[in-house]
Nanobody, 126 residues
Framework: QAQLVESGGGLVQAGASLTLSCEAS????????MAWFRQAAGKEREFVAG??????????SYSDPVKGRFTISRDNAKNTVFLHMNSLKPEDTAVYYC?????????????????WGQGTLVTVSS
């Protein structure tokens, strides 16, 4: 059973940067699609960024609100996926979740991910 543990959340001012980490334990890490989702208060959980393992190079996917500001990366040797967030806005305030799917491919659908972390809160003040 895969376990995912997020860290790195906190309170920052608008315009600041923050990096979230998600360490995975359990089964083989490198051949699974990984993603970050977020859920703001009173809203549904939404896809933020995804990274796949496709052959020798991963592929990346971002939601429109974060494209150009957020970057997802992974360190397979450390079983860790990162979300580098720049130019943070108050609307980025949410609980951020790391997710892993059994497939190596990517998806923006919450239902395609079988394993989830507990979430880490990011608060961006104006």
């Amino acid at each position: 059973q895969a376990q995912l543990v997020e860290s790195g959340g906190g309170l920052v001012q608008a315009g600041a940067s923050l990096t979230l980490s998600c360490e995975a334990s359990g089964r083989t890490f490198y051949n699974h699609g990984m993603a970050w989702f977020r859920q703001a208060a009173g809203k549904e959980r939404e896809f933020v960024a995804g990274i796949t393992w496709s052959g020798y190079r991963p592929t990346y996917s971002y939601s429109d609100p974060v494209k150009g500001r957020f970057t997802i990366s992974r360190d397979n040797a450390k079983n860790t996926v990162f979300l580098h967030m720049n130019s943070l806005k108050p609307e980025d305030t949410a609980v951020y979740y790391c997710a892993r799917r059994e497939s190596s491919g990517g998806s923006r659908l919450e239902s395609d991910y079988e394993h989830w972390g507990q979430g880490t809160l990011v608060t961006v003040s104006s």
